[in-house]
Structures are given as structure tokens and as C-alpha cells.
């Protein structure tokens, strides 16, 4: 589920100079969260909506996979969305929300929390990855933020238009537990969830990995595998529709408040209240993040998509009937970032709440 956060409508809504009432215009022509605007904040593939954009090429086109390791030894690891010139080898993450919470210092990606006091809760951080990827290994080392209920620490993989999602999420209630989790195509399906016990994660740093096939998806700690989802487990037969993430998509982290969501599923899912005082900084720690591109990737969704048409074709032409994955891309409406929102809250999906 998306969570549309006040505090990311508020953030877009200063950032842009046109709201989005159909269409964008040709001079703000990026539509992200029903607002308007020309730089990366709107126009970064992903972020932006094509529905609502001013045209089909508004939107830039997604980048593509690079293998690369990230140890936030540099300023220019991880950027204000706002100064991305777009080229994805000079910066590797992008900090989407304004204020921007997120830097890299002392050789680490540091995402803070600090208290907006008018709202009575936490204004946190999302941070995406500069390029895109359809399949592959990725591999964090995280120190979370559980060290007080509420506070929710996240690594995933996501895009943000059709919903499809796999994910690492922490919680202040249980800081010696990890939670793996999966979304299909924007279904609110709050069954998928697996937690796995370890010792205490805001205490030291562990390796958290996803390897993403196109036949299952692994979730790995300090190289150990704690869970595996194979596609061919996830076939809806009422449907014959395989509910397997394959959309292209991007690597983010975030931190954001949970406790003080308003949200009552939500907030008993990750503790409540926040503990809150003037000065109280919550901080996630990144070390590294490793991307392992498998195969040949795809520089556009619309690509793999053709891939699959031709390949419905050859199957009917032969008299063939297959399951296959449904990949049509939905328009998102949640506003959030990270989960869009996380302005500090990401989309507020994953559990039963409201």
C-alpha cells in the first residue's frame, strides 16, 4: 500500500511550479505525485508519471543496469535529487525528497530522522539509485535504526508505477529481527511477510542481500539464505497469472517514522509512540552497496514487454497456452517515495493497517 505523506506533499508542492490538475505543461512537462516540474525530482524514470505527464518522452527513460560497489567514500555518492545532472556514473544515489536527510560522511550513507515539531512526528529520507535494474544481486551493509519503536529502516527494490517490490524492512518493536517481504502489482496482500531472527541490527553491520532471477528470488544474510520464492510458487490458477515481480526497477533505502504515522496498523507493526525531544536524531547506516547486473538488461520496460507479447503470440500460434506474468503498468497515486513518501515515510505497505 502507498502512504501519501503530508510532509511529501507538502515538500513537491514547494519544489514545483505547476500542479497537475489533468495534464503537465510543456514548460513544467514531469508529473510525479500530482505536481509538475522539469528537473529530476519529476522527470527521473520511475519517479515521474507517463499518465500524467505532459507527453510519452516527458519522462526520461530508465538508465539501465551497472555493476558497481558503492562505500560512500565521496560527497558525490549520494546527491540532492535536486542538482542530478542525469549522469548516473558521476553519482550513484539520489536523495528525493526536500529537506534533503541524506549524506554520505565518515564513509558510510548516513539517513536521518529529525522531529518536524508541527506535526508531532519524524521527517525522514529516501534515497534511490541512479540506475535501474531487471534482475540481479543486490547487497547492502546496513546498521538499522531500531534503536526506539516506531522508527522503520528499509532497503528495497522497487518500482514505483506498477508496485512490484521486494524488500528488507526493520522496525523499532523487534530490533533483533529483519523482515523480508514481496508486492505484486500494487496488491495489498499483507500475507507475504517472513520475519528472521538475528541479534540486535542497530548494534553492527550485516551483509543483506536479494538475488533476483527471473525464477526466484533469494533473501540472503551475511551469505546465509534465510528465505527463496520461486515464481513458479506464485501462480494465481484462478487468473494464470504468475504474481512474481518482474518490472524494471530501482535500488532505494529509507527511514521514516512509524510510530507516529497516524496509521493503526501500521503503528502497532512497527511500536508506538515515537520517542520524540527537540534534538533527537535517528540514524540508518549504510556501509556499502553492491549491484551485480545479471544478464542483458533492458533499457525499458517496454522492451521486456514486447519480449512477452511476441513470445504470447508464438505460444498461441502453436496452439500453446502458458500461465504468464501480467505486465501492464498501473499509474501510482500514493505519493510517497520510497517509497516515495518517506519524506519520511515510505509507502505504507506490507502489513495490515487502516
Not at 558510510?108 to 529516501?126: H, I, P, R, S, V
Not at 503470440?313 to 516515495?340: C, L
Request: overall charge negative.
Amino acid at each position: 500500500m502507498k502512504f501519501t505523506s503530508a510532509f511529501a506533499a507538502l515538500a513537491l508542492s514547494m519544489a514545483s511550479s505547476a500542479l497537475a490538475q489533468n495534464k503537465c505543461t510543456e514548460f513544467s512537462p514531469c508529473s510525479r505525485e500530482g505536481y509538475c516540474d522539469s528537473d529530476a525530482m519529476f522527470c527521473l524514470w520511475d519517479l515521474c508519471d507517463p499518465t500524467t505527464s505532459y507527453n510519452a518522452t516527458s519522462c526520461w527513460q530508465p538508465e539501465g543496469c551497472t555493476s558497481r560497489t558503492t562505500t560512500f567514500d565521496s560527497s558525490n555518492d549520494v546527491i540532492a535529487i535536486r542538482t542530478y545532472g542525469g549522469n548516473p556514473q558521476a553519482n550513484a544515489f539520489l536523495s528525493v525528497f526536500e529537506p534533503n536527510n541524506a549524506k554520505a560522511a565518515n564513509g558510510q550513507l548516513e539517513l536521518d530522522m529529525t522531529y518536524d515539531a508541527a506535526n508531532n512526528k519524524g521527517f525522514g529520507a529516501t534515497v534511490k539509485a541512479s540506475t535501474t535494474i531487471k534482475y540481479g544481486k543486490v547487497t547492502a551493509r546496513v546498521k538499522s535504526a531500531s534503536v526506539a519503536t516506531g522508527v522503520v529502516t528499509s532497503f528495497i527494490i522497487i518500482n514505483e508505477q506498477t508496485g512490484d517490490e521486494f524488500d528488507f524492512e526493520w522496525v523499532g518493536k523487534n530490533p533483533a529481527e529483519v523482515q523480508t517481504n514481496y508486492y505484486y502489482q500494487k496488491e495489498l496482500d499483507y500475507t507475504k511477510m517472513t520475519p528472521y531472527a538475528m541479534a540486535d541490527t542497530s548494534a553492527a553491520y550485516h551483509d543483506y542481500t536479494i538475488d533476483w532471477t527471473a525464477e526466484k528470488t533469494t533473501w540472503l544474510v551475511d551469505n546465509v539464505p534465510i528465505r527463496v520464492l520461486n515464481r513458479a510458487d506464485t501462480l494465481d490458477a484462478a487468473t494464470g497469472v504468475y504474481k512474481y515481480p518482474t518490472s524494471e526497477a530501482r535500488v532505494s533505502f529509507g527511514i521514516w517514522d512509524g510510530g507516529n504515522s497516524g496509521a493503526q496498523g501500521t503503528q502497532e507493526w512497527s511500536g508506538y509512540p515515537t520517542p520524540w525531544s527537540p534534538t533527537t536524531v535517528y540514524k540508518a547506516l549504510v556501509e556499502s552497496v553492491t549491484i551485480e547486473c545479471a544478464g542483458e538488461q533492458l533499457p525499458s520496460e517496454s522492451e521486456s514487454e514486447s519480449e512477452s507479447e511476441s513470445e504470447s503470440e508464438s505460444e498461441s500460434e502453436s496452439g500453446s497456452e502458458q500461465p504468464t506474468d501480467s505486465t501492464s503498468e498501473q499509474p501510482t497515486d500514493d505519493g510517497n517515495g520510497e517509497h516515495s513518501s518517506e519524506s519520511g515515510e515510505p509507502p505504507i505497505k506490507c502489513r495490515p493497517r487502516y
